[in-house]
């Protein structure tokens, strides 16, 4: 079937420190996958997405790269901000009934 | 442009009881999305509605239901509540799908608390 894993958490990190979150998922044929973000007390927005292989997606200075050979999404960023501190949720999508399958969430807390 | 809402904010319940939950979606947004958000088991899709249809259904038992309305605003209901339901209820909406990469967009969630 289809699903989604992602390290679990919590991360902390100092400010500038670089951060990466590892994905990986398990799916039939090509999905496109995504990287969502919940700050505290807001609902999920979309950061970033990737819809075929080796594309990269990119936002607000993080970056994913869809490897179809390694089966991952890992989300990165060179030096976080306090403003960074969120959690994030990989997730793919089929066109199977349109349905998402998420990660659990990794949350991240950055230190000034 | 509105973002999507969801009322309400928070919703305390018993027990048994019944629970509807409302949705908006973005203006020219057909395809609503629902799903929960549990303590410790992450997002799971509960539902999908486009164009007034149940289009697909996650892993979940028959007293979830709801509704999407012909001006595509949609309800969730959760009949005989259990305290397991306890949790945040998002609500998603895109245009309508395929693309299969059409993103969703969000509401902030309502969250559901059964004593």
Excluded at chain 1, 48 to 58: E, M, N, R
Aim: charged share 15%; with cysteine.
């Amino acid at each position: 079937g289809n699903s989604v894993t992602q390290m679990e958490g919590p991360v902390t990190l100092s400010e500038e420190a670089f951060l990466t979150i590892n994905c990986t998922y398990t799916a039939t044929g090509y999905p496109s996958l995504f990287w969502y973000v919940q700050y505290p007390g807001e609902g999920l927005q979309l950061l970033l997405k990737a819809t075929k292989a080796d594309d990269k997606g990119s936002n607000k200075g993080f970056e994913a790269t869809y490897r179809k050979e390694t089966t991952s999404f890992h989300l990165e960023k060179g030096s976080v901000q306090v403003s960074d501190s969120a959690v994030y949720f990989c997730a793919l999508s089929k066109n199977t009934g349109n349905q998402f399958y998420f990660g659990t969430g990794t949350s991240l807390t950055v230190i000034p | 442009e509105a973002g999507v809402t969801q009322s309400p904010t928070h919703l305390i319940k018993t027990r048994g009881q019944q629970a509807t939950l409302r949705c908006s979606p973005i203006s020219g947004h057909t395809s609503v999305y629902w799903y929960q958000q549990a303590l410790g088991l992450g997002l799971q899709f509960l539902l999908w509605y486009d164009e007034g249809e149940e289009r697909n259904r996650g892993n979940f038992p028959p007293r979830f239901s709801g509704r999407q309305f012909p001006n595509y605003s949609s309800e969730l209901n959760v009949n005989a509540l259990e305290l397991e339901d306890s949790a945040l209820y998002l609500c998603a909406s895109s245009f309508s799908a395929p693309p299969e990469d059409q993103p969703q967009h969000f509401g902030d969630g309502t969250r559901l608390s059964i004593l």
